[in-house]
Every structure is written in C-alpha cells, then in structure tokens.
C-alpha cells in the first residue's frame, strides 16, 4: 500500500487558454470548414458555376455518407466506453440481405420485414457486448469475430448473390413506400438517407445531453474502475452501447439496400475503417471517455467533402485513398495536442 | 566477519524535495555479511534513503563510499555496476516472460548473434540453486506464487553480483512459510558476505533476521541499536518519539445504535489474486456517531475488509456475517452497497476515485445521477447546482466546476471524491486512506468534516497507515494483523505504541484489548 500516486504535472490546466488549445476543442467542425473552403477553390467552374456549391451536389455528400454516418454515431458511443466495433460493415451487409429476403421472398409487411431486420442488428450487437464484457474478451477480438460470423450469415441468407428488390404488389415484389429511401423529399432536394441520418444524429446528440445513461458511458470510458466503485452498471451499460451500435449498422443497411434496390452479401466491406475514421477526426479519443457525436457528424462530412471534391475533379481512386489516409493521421495529431477536457 | 570495512558507507545525507526535508545529515554503513534493518514511520526516509543508494535519486548532498572509494550514481545502472540492487516492493517481473528470460531481461546472452536460451537457463538454475529454490527456469513468472517471484527478483539481482541487497517490506505479501523460506535465503546470503539493508515494520522478523537495526524519525537518525536486546517497546518509542500533533478535532458525540456489524468475517477466495490478505477472522461495530479507525501493518488486510463490506472484495465464499442496523446483508456490488447507504472512499482515488480528464461537476454526480434526475433523464441545470453545491460545502477550490479535476490539488480532489459520495446519502462511511497525498489544511478539512458527518449520525469506518491520525481522529481503533481483527482500543486511553504494537505482533502491558 504504498503511494503510487505519480502527480502528473499540471499543464494541461495551463494550456486551456492556449489559441491552439481553442483551435483544436472545434478542431472536427474546424476541419470541415477547412476542407469545405478548399473544395470550393477546387471545385470545377464550367459556365462560371461552382459546381461543389450547387443544392444538388451538397445534397449528393449528405446522402453519400449518410450510412457511414448513421452508424458511426453508434460508433461513437462504443468507442466513448473504450471498445470497439469492427463488424459494422457486415452487420449492414447482413441487414441489407435480410431486408431484401423478407421483403421480396418471404413477402413480409414493410414494418415487420424492418422490425426483424432491426432486431437482428440490435441483438447481434448485444450478443457481442455480452460476449466482450461477460467473458472478458478485448471488443476487438469479439467483434472481428463478428466481422467474419456476420459476413457469412449474410452470404447463407443470400444464397451468395445479390438479391434484387423489384416494387410493386405482385409476388416477389416489395411494397413500394420501401423504394421511398431512394428519393428525395422537398421539392425533390432533400435525399431520404440523409434526412434519417439527421435524425438519428439529432436524436443522439440531444439523448447523449439530458440522459443519466450518457453519463454512464462517460464515466465508464473515462476510468472503469472509477465508474463501477461509483455504482455505474458497467456492464448493462456496455452491451447496450454495443446493441445500439449493432441497431444503427442495421439501419444502414435498410437505408443500404432501399438506394440500391437490392441486397449485396459482399456490400461495405470495409465500411467499419471508414466509419472508425469518421469518429476519429471528429475528435473522439481510441481510449475512450472523450468525444462528441457533434464531432463525429463533423469528421463524416468531412470525410464526404473530401470524396466529393476528389471525385468532382476526377482524381485517381489511388491517389483518393492515400489522402483520405493523411487527413486521418492530421485529425489524430491535432487530437493528440488537444485540451484534455 | 561484522567487524570487517563496510560495503557501503553514507555520511551526511541530505535531501530536500520543494518544501519537505526528507533526509537531514543521515549515515548508515552497511557492513559484508549483516543484514541491517531500517525502521521508521511512513515519511521517515527510508524510502528516499534507499533510492539515494540505488542510484535512482542523484541530487542529494552528502557522500556515498563503496568499498571506500567515494562514488556518485549516474542511475541505477550505474548503481548496480557497483554492486548495489534493490527489490522493489512491486516486484519488477514480466509476467509472460520465464525465470531466465526475466533474470537476463536487458541483458540477454547471445551467441552467434542469436538467443542463448541454454546459456540463460543453464546460469539462472545455478543462481537459483545458490539460494536453494527449485524451480525450472523456463517457467513462465506469472504461474509462480508471490513469494516465489520474491525469490526471482532476488535471484535476478544476486545474477547481477550485488554485494549489497536492498528490500523493501519484501514480506508484505507472502504467506509464514515464504516468509521462512526467504530467511534462509537471506541467511544464505548472509554466509556469502552479501550486505542486506532491509526494510520492515515487523518487529518479530527484525528480531529473527537483522544482526542491526537502524532508526529514522524526519528524515534523521535516531540510532543504531542491537535488535536482539531491543524491546519493541523501545524501537517504537524511538520510531515515534515526538508529541502527537493536534490537528484533529475528535467527536464528543452521543454515540447512537449499532450501524454496522461485522461478526468473523472470513472469505476463502475462489482466485487468490497476489498481494491480497483478504479478511480471515474479522470483527467490528461501528455505532452511529462513531468513527472507528482501521490500522494494521501493509499487507494487514485493510483495504480488503472495506473492498468486501462494500462489495468489491475477493469472489468466493464468505463465512461470518455483516449486519446493516441489525439486518444480515450480503454486498455484492457496489450498487448494492449505494443502496443500501454503504458508501466508500478508495484507496488511491487516482486510480480508482476519480476520471482525471472529466470535470468537477461530471465527477460529482455520477454516483448519485438517480437523485438528479428521473426517468433516465437528467437536468443540466439541476446537475450543475448540485455540483455546486457540494463543492461549496466542502471548499473544493476550482476556478469553475467544469474544470478537469486534474487540474486540482490533491486535497481538492480528495474532496470531489468526498463530495460524490456524500450525494448518495450513506449511512456507513468507509474510508481507505483517504488523506494520503493531501496537504495539511486539506487534511484538517477532512477530520473536521469526518466529525460533522458522525455529529449527523453517520458511522465512519477510517482505514489509515497513519497512527496519529487514527489516534487523534477516531473514537476506537480496531487493529489488524494477517487477516484478523486482533486488538480493539478506545483512544481515549490508547497510545501510539500500543496500536503499532498490537499491529507488529507484541501486545504491549498495559493495553486495553
């Protein structure tokens, strides 16, 4: 019982008031405001129009990510208890699959084809959370887990092949309000996806400020032990937090298969990296117990413009990837000398 | 052979860190083939004396000779080049790696550029064998026993040719039969001509073991004595040998009824973790309006007794029984314990009291969000007036509630910790060292607002390594010793001596038991 107290020095105190302290407390919504700049002294100007700028283009960005985003908002969370989630993109996949299966082959009603399909999501994911948190196993080693279980669920319910989705009332034929996430809404300007990623992302943002459950998820990614010496339910919260991220990757894969008019077992592979980038630029820190959801939705659309712009000026897919990849490692160093608030 | 030119001489030590003087005009030889003890309360200097001559502290004023010739450690390198190793009471082992593996760790030999598994192995074994332990050098360190892995680091430093062993409280954690066996070794030594500085409280093993005793009070010697014609009473009297100070503002209090009962409390855990004495045979009342101290030796079993009253502890079987107000209850988490009005104040709030990178307010009401808010739902206005609140009526001194608590000093963050778990409403307070690293004014904050809660009925159960402290503060000291309550004193009557006594194994005349 010795003092192991290491009294850390006390800069971080000092450094709140620094300009690049401030700088890097808005540094996902900075960034975006950056890159938004950049795009637009980029953007191609045929007939003097700013292409980027146009309502249809920027609606284009918001739909674009809007899959990424809605599940990134659940990503958020996960990453806030200090885990993570790498089968997100199967998990969209396999919901993507389900919602084609049910809806087309089996025949299933519109609200009960989503229902299941939402169920499979949020219990895949609490499964997960179970298995992490009861058995004591890393989140990343049970989720790549997941990664590969739910990956193959999806190839078995698909039989291996995309499953296309034709509307109407007819057998094989889906219910045409599904084709709804395909459209746009007023005036034809605003995409479905992206209204439903608004909403979940506005809904998470006002529940994260007035839930005592937030602060649970706080504490518990701050410091465990802390937290359950505290009476927090450590581990109830930890499975919901993997069942709602397990839930939203589930809804992006309705809202998946709804644009694409079908359901692709071998779909977003690869989703989750883009996912866990979009919550690391918007400022959430890998060991848990710091972040936003305002963040995350900033560092998504970030990561959008940046595809927009690059796609806009034709820019080879290679080059794309390389600096997607030096916005990542920009994001993380400025978070590194960030305030510790 | 004690005759002989020493190993090691100090003169004149002296170290100051900011404001504390914690060593002033020390000196200390260690001769070839004693074992020297070095006693002292906490805060005496031992601990600073003994990194001084490890090398790892090497701004001090003073001189150190080995062999008569004066040296100055660059590190604990350099220290060790010179023969000089110490055993730290966190035992410095890489759990994944083996007994070879751990003793060469650094220093791995190699042969044609490649591992020499064999050569390691081959040379651990003989060490080992040096000090008769049997055990296979490419076992992996974490499948070793505690006292076992004692052994290891003695060997890994007795493989680096140390004439000079330093260890620090090395029985804390061991069990009587690693505690014999380590006294072989160290006998063992002690035929080799190896020097042994060794640090302990207990005064049986000083007796068994040390051929001299030195005695530090404030950072000065005291004396060398021979501890085999030394009483314990007198080794106290010298550790302590200074009026108890009176910063404490004990209770008048009209104690009320039995809060909390603990009858033979026992648990035979199911996984022994290392390190731990969890309870074996412990009984205590706490009364309304009472603060009852908790002393005992490290390794005593303190904060294991607070860990399982608040549900915490060691998994496995429990015999005995603890009442809440005269009903038999069975903490098993510390949600339980909240609701049942257990609260507890850990030991190191670092580590677990507090998330250093959050606020004030976010630390202040997380354990009582319940009260806060309802339905889940939790009013920001209301959380923050309750944060103010608390740290109004403790005087936590922040610039704004929303700042980090790291930012605080550690009496403030000691009172964010205090102020958290007084929002749940307890009944029973328990507390495990909770004015370590806290300063002098915070610490007298602290007593005086122990002494308001028991006036408000409370019953305060106070573990501390601090024997003024527990004398000046608490109504009764319940005293720990291996496991087991052994000794239960009023401190209107008790001394200093008779706790440390009570606590080190020698019941002392005169007290009240």
Same mark, same amino acid.
């Given at each position: ?341 | ?17 900011? @404001? ?21 309360? =906490?805060?005496?200097?031992?601990? %600073? ?8 502290? %090497? ?42 593996? =751990? ?32 055990? =296979? ?48 070794? %160290? ?30 009070? =404030? ?70 309006? /009472? ?49 049942? @009005? ?40 209301? /959380? ?52 370590? @690293? ?6 007298? /904050? ?19 390594? /601090? ?47």
């Amino acid at each position: 019982m010795t003092a192991t107290l290491t009294p850390t020095p006390q800069r971080e105190g000092a450094r709140r008031r620094s300009p690049l302290a401030w700088l890097a407390r808005f540094q996902s919504v900075l960034g975006l405001v950056v890159v938004f700049v950049g795009a637009i002294v980029f953007s191609p100007t045929p007939d003097g129009e700013i292409i980027f700028l146009s309502g249809e283009n920027l609606t284009n960005i918001v739909r674009a990510v809007s899959e990424i985003g809605i599940i990134a908002v659940g990503m958020t969370l996960v990453i806030l208890v200090g885990g993570i989630d790498l089968s997100v993109g199967s998990v969209l996949s396999l919901a993507a699959v389900g919602s084609a299966v049910l809806l087309v082959d089996n025949q299933l009603p519109l609200a009960a084809a989503m229902a299941l399909v939402l169920l499979v999501g949020l219990v895949f994911g609490a499964l997960q959370g179970a298995a992490s948190t009861l058995l004591g196993i890393q989140a990343f080693i049970v989720t790549l887990a997941g990664l590969s279980i739910a990956r193959g669920l999806a190839r078995l319910w698909s039989g291996g092949q995309a499953v296309p989705i034709a509307y109407g009332s007819g057998p094989g034929e889906a219910p045409i309000a599904f084709s709804l996430l395909g459209e746009r809404t007023f005036n034809g300007i605003v995409p479905i996806p992206a209204l439903i990623f608004v909403a979940v992302a506005g809904g998470a943002i006002a529940f994260l400020r007035i839930s005592a459950f937030s602060r649970h998820v706080y504490a518990i990614g701050g410091n465990e032990k802390a937290a359950r010496l505290s009476g927090v339910p450590v581990t109830r919260v930890k499975i919901t937090v993997f069942a709602v991220c397990g839930l939203l990757a589930a809804l992006a894969g309705i809202v998946h298969a709804g644009q694409l008019n079908q359901g692709g077992p071998n779909d977003a592979i690869g989703y989750e990296l883009d996912v866990i980038a979009a919550v690391v630029i918007g400022g959430t820190a890998l060991s848990g117990g710091r972040g936003t959801v305002i963040g995350t939705v900033a560092g998504a659309l970030l990561l959008g413009v940046l595809n927009n712009i690059l796609g806009l000026n034709s820019v080879d897919e290679n080059v794309q990837l390389v600096i997607k990849g030096l916005v990542i490692v920009a994001a993380a160093a400025v978070a590194r000398f960030a305030p510790r608030t | 052979m004690s005759d002989s030119a020493p190993l090691v001489a100090l003169t004149g030590i002296a170290k100051r860190y900011g @404001g504390v003087q914690a060593c002033r005009d020390i000196d200390l030889t260690v001769r070839p083939g004693e074992v020297h003890a070095l006693l002292g309360e =906490n805060g005496a200097g031992k601990s %600073t004396l003994m990194r001084i001559l490890s090398g790892d502290v %090497t701004d001090f004023v003073g001189e150190i000779e080995v062999a008569g010739q004066p040296r100055r450690f660059a590190g604990p390198a350099d220290a060790q080049g010179a023969g000089i190793a110490m055993i730290h009471q966190e035992l410095d082992l890489v759990p994944a790696l083996s007994i070879a593996e =751990n003793v060469f760790l650094g220093r791995e030999l190699r042969r044609v550029g490649r591992l020499d598994r064999r050569g390691m192995q081959q040379r651990t074994a003989a060490v080992l064998e040096r000090i008769g332990v049997r055990l =296979n050098p490419a076992r992996p360190v974490e499948q070793l026993r505690t006292g076992e892995q004692q052994l290891v680091v003695i060997a890994k430093a007795l493989s680096l040719d140390a004439r000079v062993l330093i260890m620090d409280e090395p029985t804390s954690a061991l069990s009587s039969s690693e505690v014999d066996r380590l006294f072989d070794v %160290t006998r063992e030594l002690r035929r080799d001509g190896v020097g042994v500085v060794y640090i302990s409280h207990r005064m049986d093993e000083i007796a068994r073991i040390a051929d001299r005793a030195t005695v530090l009070r =404030n950072g000065e010697t005291v004396g060398t004595f021979d501890p085999r014609t030394m009483s314990t009473a007198q080794v106290v009297e010298a550790m302590i040998g200074r009026p108890v100070q009176s910063v404490f503002t004990t209770s008048d209090v009209e104690r009320g009824d039995e809060l909390l009962r603990v009858e033979d409390l026992a648990v035979r855990h199911r996984r022994p973790r290392p390190g731990r004495r969890d309870p074996d045979g412990i009984s205590l009342t706490v009364r309304a309006g /009472e603060i009852v101290g908790l002393a005992g030796l490290l390794g005593a079993g303190r904060t294991e007794l607070l860990e399982t009253l608040y549900g915490v502890g060691s998994a496995g079987p429990t015999s005995g029984q603890v009442l809440l107000g005269g009903d038999p209850i069975t903490p098993r988490s510390a949600r339980y314990a909240l609701r049942n @009005g257990i609260a507890f104040v850990p030991e190191d709030r670092r580590v677990a009291g507090l998330v250093l990178f959050h606020s004030v307010l976010a630390n202040t009401v997380i354990a009582s969000l319940g009260s806060i808010g309802r339905l889940g739902l939790v009013s920001a206005r209301r /959380e923050r007036r309750a944060a103010q609140d608390s740290a109004a009526r403790l005087g936590i001194k922040t610039a704004a509630i929303s700042d980090p608590v790291d930012t605080l000093s550690g009496g403030n963050q000691q009172k964010v910790v205090l102020g958290r778990v007084l929002r749940t409403q307890p009944r029973v307070l328990l507390l495990d060292e909770p004015t370590r @690293g806290v300063d002098v004014g915070a610490k007298a /904050e602290i007593y005086e607002l122990l002494g308001e809660l028991a006036g408000q009925g409370l019953g305060v159960l106070l573990a501390s390594s /601090e024997l003024p402290e527990l004398i000046g503060v608490c109504d009764r000291v319940v005293v720990l010793r291996a496991g087991r309550s052994v000794a239960d004193f009023d401190t209107a009557q008790a001394r200093e001596a008779d706790v440390l006594a009570a606590a080190m194994g020698e019941q002392l005349t005169g007290a009240t038991s």
